[in-house]
């Protein structure tokens, strides 16, 4: 069985899907929907950049979104099809698409909402995110006790693999955290370039925003699994989907679970659609048994139809 895994946000480079575009006309149709649903030419921003303006929260989204989404219609187009899907924050919503719990152009909007939402939450409460390296889940939490203060956030926001934590609160408490990880065992503590507390209650502004956009968004039933971030259980209602979505926003990625749940499902190919590696090198450090391979670019794809 074949599961597919939607890389999130930080996955995205300037250049990306252009060569798919190039390559296969349903490609560049994704990009053409994309730029109409929004209204500027996001494919563009995409190909061309600059970084910055890309790397922005609310066009990092919907630019991932779109190439994810570009990469599937070119594999459905040629008998390639996931047994089950998962995504990683941002990712999520792409699995949807992918499952057809969410039209594509309906998913572009929701994305931008969110990545909007998300980008002032981060403006109105700031706050920032690290990685802990070495150091496992228990240890992490532990951590964040004992550095966190009565005014301020600070917790775990994703458990990316084992030894490799993500933490997500007040700017000063992270970087603290950064600071200390090291003397309490870490291997190693790093503040990450983003734009906010993402996963974290921080990002808690954005939880209205994103519940009105989920209430008037058409969802329905996924044909295949659909494994949600915040609990690693696959959804399957319309109501049960619009919650887990917005739970993620506040809520943990919960993603060395997310996997063991699609592997129970009995997925042991696990393919990559967009750009760059990051959950394939994850993949490998939950499970080495699994195969991974991640397919952003018209080369990779190419091997994956030839197999």
């Not at 690290?130 to 004992?146: K, N, Q, T």
């Not at 494994?227 to 109501?239: G, L, Q, S, T």
Request: net charge negative; glycine share 10%; hydrophobic share 45%.
């Amino acid at each position: 069985m074949i599961a597919f895994q939607f890389p999130g946000q930080g996955s995205q480079i300037v250049g990306m899907g252009a060569g798919l575009a190039d390559a296969y006309p349903e490609a560049r149709a994704v990009f053409d929907e994309a730029d109409d649903v929004l209204g500027f030419e996001l494919s563009r921003l995409c190909w061309e950049g600059p970084l910055e303006t890309l790397t922005e929260t609310q066009n990092a989204q919907p630019a991932l979104l779109a190439h994810s989404v570009a990469v599937t219609r070119v594999l459905a187009g040629r008998g390639v099809e996931p047994d089950a899907a998962a995504g990683h924050s941002l990712g999520e919503f792409t699995a949807h698409v992918a499952a057809g719990s969410l039209a594509f152009d309906e998913a572009v909007r929701l994305v931008r909402a969110r990545g909007e939402a998300m980008a002032a939450a981060g403006r109105e409460r700031p706050g920032t995110m690290a990685a802990v390296l070495g150091l496992d889940p228990d240890a992490v939490e532990e951590l964040c006790a004992a550095i966190r203060r009565d005014d301020e956030t600070l917790r775990p926001a994703n458990f990316n693999a084992p030894g490799q934590v993500v933490v997500s609160g007040s700017v000063e408490a992270v970087r603290r955290l950064v600071e200390e990880a090291k003397g309490r065992g870490a291997r190693r503590a790093l503040e990450l370039t983003v734009a906010g507390a993402f996963h974290s209650p921080l990002m808690e502004p954005a939880v209205e925003v994103l519940a009105e956009a989920l209430d008037e968004a058409d969802v329905r039933r996924p044909a295949i699994p659909v494994v949600a971030n915040v609990d690693a259980r696959p959804v399957r209602e319309p109501a049960e989907i619009r919650a887990r979505l917005l739970a993620q926003l506040t809520g943990a990625v919960r993603w060395v679970e997310c996997v063991e749940t699609l592997r129970d499902l009995g997925c042991r190919t696990y393919y990559e659609p967009g750009p760059g590696s990051v959950l394939t090198g994850l993949l490998r450090r939950i499970d080495d048994s699994l195969e991974g391979r991640s397919v952003g670019e018209p080369v990779e794809l190419e091997e994956v139809l030839a197999g």
